[in-house]
């Protein structure tokens, strides 16, 4: 009669390759991850990525006045939520030290000349000063600059990165969001038609 033989394997040992699988699963998830964020840029247009906020009403956060911003020898007013409603809003997210946004202040200026709309400014994360210059320079499209010092507007609004722009319709919802600068390529085909869109919603 033979006796049972027994396995030299230890417990340690018959465990090892379950526990290189388990360090193994966060690189494997990473990868995954990123496979798939690499395909969906290649595939769409990054100023595309959706907003969780499209269809919500937009933040109501007010934000104070870009201090010494003035218009005929008036002070341009902050940004108070509730002008949002009854008008179609273009809210630019926007910065000095940003270079996009010098790409993109003249075409801003051009929509600023249509009066059917309202322009709105968030000035994010900026000295004043440089603020004020940057819209001497180029001359300013907003009819409401509100000052989001320390970020939190921003991330209320879902502001991936400066520049990007918002459009609020009449009922006070955010309707649009462009990631990235306006620029010659999406001003008209793009952005426009998603303002000429809302302005012919209803409120």
């Given at each position: 009669?033979?006796?049972?033989t027994?396995?030299?394997?230890?417990?340690?040992?018959?465990?090892s390759?379950?526990?290189?699988?388990?360090?193994?699963?966060?690189?494997?998830?990473?990868?995954?991850?990123?496979?798939?964020f690499?395909?969906?840029l290649r595939e769409?247009?990054?100023s595309?990525?959706?907003?969780a906020?499209?269809?919500?009403?937009a933040?109501?956060?007010?934000?104070?006045?870009?201090d010494?911003?003035?218009?005929?020898?008036?002070?341009?007013?902050?940004?108070?939520?509730a002008?949002?409603?009854?008008k179609?809003?273009?809210v630019?997210?926007?910065?000095?030290?940003?270079?996009?946004?010098h790409?993109?202040?003249?075409?801003?200026?051009?929509?600023?000349?249509?009066?059917?709309l309202q322009?709105?400014g968030?000035?994010?994360?900026?000295a004043?000063?440089?603020?004020?210059?940057?819209?001497?320079?180029?001359?300013?499209p907003?009819?409401?600059?509100?000052?989001?010092g320390?970020?939190?507007?921003?991330?209320?609004?879902?502001?991936?990165?400066?520049?990007?722009?918002?459009?609020?319709?009449?009922?006070?919802?955010?309707v649009?969001?462009?990631?990235?600068?306006?620029?010659?390529?999406?001003?008209?085909?793009?952005?426009?038609?998603?303002?000429?869109?809302?302005?012919?919603?209803?409120?």
């Open positions: 009669m033979t006796e049972p027994t396995s030299n394997v230890t417990p340690s040992e018959a465990s390759p379950r526990r290189l699988w388990l360090m193994a699963l966060p690189l494997v998830g990473f990868v995954a991850l990123a496979a798939l690499w395909f969906g769409g247009d990054p595309r990525i959706p907003s906020l499209i269809g919500h009403a933040p109501q956060t007010a934000l104070p006045a870009l010494g911003l003035v218009n005929n020898g008036a002070q341009v007013p902050g940004l108070d939520p002008l949002f409603k009854g179609v809003s273009v630019n997210v926007w910065a000095s030290w940003c270079v996009p946004c790409d993109e202040a003249p075409l801003l200026t051009k929509l600023g000349q249509d009066k059917r322009l709105v968030i000035n994010y994360k900026d004043p000063d440089n603020a004020r210059r940057f819209l001497g320079r180029y001359g300013n907003f009819g409401i600059v509100g000052v989001d320390n970020g939190r507007a921003a991330i209320e609004w879902g502001v991936y990165g400066v520049p990007e722009t918002f459009i609020v319709g009449r009922a006070g919802t955010i649009y969001k462009l990631v990235g600068p306006v620029t010659p390529e999406n001003f008209d085909v793009v952005l426009k038609a998603e303002i000429e869109k809302a302005l012919k919603a209803g409120g």
